[in-house]
């Protein structure tokens, strides 16, 4: 089977190749993402993942309020560790999006099969997300996962539970999510995320298809905006400009 290149992965090896030409040089800084992303006319988001991908090179660092500087070349073969990871790795704004377009009708086809009981479970472990939240422990995300979960388990389609699973298992063995995520200092957005899901209940809760789908699209919309914002090295203020977002009704 033939591994398809991500856009991020095309466009880091036109950066990687700017690095071996002498485009830029060890201890430079690199252009702003935005201006990247004019460049390659891509969104920032795919920028944004073709430099984590440099960064777990060790090619470039990360300076927050400074910049990307360059501080290594490429090498022209990388081990076979390090070739898995780059075809097998997900860009965490990629996965994001296919699980915003996933989730939305998950979460829409759910509220037509939810029951009781399962209402009574999503509300548990809402209060357990709290919990952990009001602990401090802002890395844990158990309960979050639970909750997206219970969602997909109330469609009573094990097929689309097996690949809500399959998805979340692409975040936690993704090296990529980890660099992303230790740029992140300040995780109050947690809390927000909290009432996203309470908004999600309350559609489900309803019965209301349309509400939840709505709800479970804006949850991840903002989670996609947040994650963007807080790990941005330049511009504390960025826009938030990310894929271009499908209506999820006219």
């Given at each position: 089977?033939?591994a398809?290149?991500?856009?991020?992965?095309?466009?880091?090896n036109?950066l990687k190749?700017?690095?071996?030409?002498?485009?830029?040089?060890?201890?430079?800084r690199?252009?702003?993402?935005?201006?990247?992303a004019?460049t390659?006319g891509?969104?920032?988001?795919v920028?944004?993942e073709?430099l984590?991908?440099?960064?777990?090179?060790n090619?470039?660092?990360v300076?927050?309020?400074s910049g990307v500087?360059v501080?290594?070349l490429p090498?022209e073969?990388l081990?076979?560790?390090d070739?898995?990871?780059?075809e097998?790795?997900v860009?965490?704004?990629?996965?994001?999006?296919?699980r915003q377009?996933i989730?939305?009708?998950i979460?829409?086809?759910?509220?037509?099969?939810?029951?009781k009981?399962e209402?009574?479970?999503?509300?548990a472990?809402?209060?357990q997300?709290?919990?952990?939240?009001d602990?401090?422990?802002v890395?844990?995300y158990?309960a979050d996962?639970?909750?997206?979960?219970?969602i997909?388990?109330?469609t009573?389609?094990?097929?689309?539970e097996?690949m809500?699973?399959d998805l979340?298992?692409?975040?936690y063995s993704?090296?990529?999510w980890?660099?992303?995520?230790?740029?992140?200092?300040d995780h109050?957005?947690r809390?927000?995320?909290?009432?996203?899901h309470?908004k999600?209940?309350?559609?489900?809760?309803?019965?209301d298809?349309?509400a939840a789908?709505?709800?479970?699209?804006q949850?991840?919309?903002?989670?996609?905006q947040?994650?963007?914002t807080v790990s941005?090295?330049?511009?504390p203020n960025?826009?938030?400009?990310?894929?271009?977002?499908?209506?999820?009704?006219?």
């Amino acid at each position: 089977m033939v591994a398809l290149n991500r856009l991020y992965q095309d466009i880091g090896n036109e950066l990687k190749s700017l690095l071996k030409n002498g485009t830029y040089k060890i201890g430079e800084r690199l252009p702003p993402e935005r201006d990247i992303a004019e460049t390659f006319g891509v969104s920032r988001t795919v920028v944004r993942e073709a430099l984590i991908m440099l960064e777990l090179e060790n090619l470039i660092t990360v300076k927050k309020g400074s910049g990307v500087y360059v501080i290594g070349l490429p090498d022209e073969t990388l081990s076979e560790h390090d070739k898995l990871i780059e075809e097998t790795d997900v860009g965490p704004f990629e996965l994001l999006q296919a699980r915003q377009l996933i989730e939305s009708n998950i979460a829409s086809f759910a509220a037509t099969q939810i029951v009781k009981s399962e209402i009574m479970e999503l509300r548990a472990i809402l209060e357990q997300e709290r919990l952990i939240l009001d602990g401090g422990s802002v890395d844990d995300y158990s309960a979050d996962e639970m909750f997206h979960i219970a969602i997909a388990k109330a469609t009573k389609n094990s097929v689309l539970e097996s690949m809500l699973n399959d998805l979340w298992q692409k975040r936690y063995s993704s090296k990529m999510w980890d660099k992303l995520h230790s740029r992140i200092q300040d995780h109050s957005y947690r809390k927000k995320w909290l009432v996203d899901h309470e908004k999600i209940l309350q559609a489900l809760q309803m019965r209301d298809a349309k509400a939840a789908r709505q709800a479970m699209w804006q949850h991840l919309e903002n989670v996609k905006q947040t994650l963007m914002t807080v790990s941005d090295s330049e511009d504390p203020n960025f826009d938030g400009y990310l894929f271009e977002s499908i209506p999820v009704d006219s």
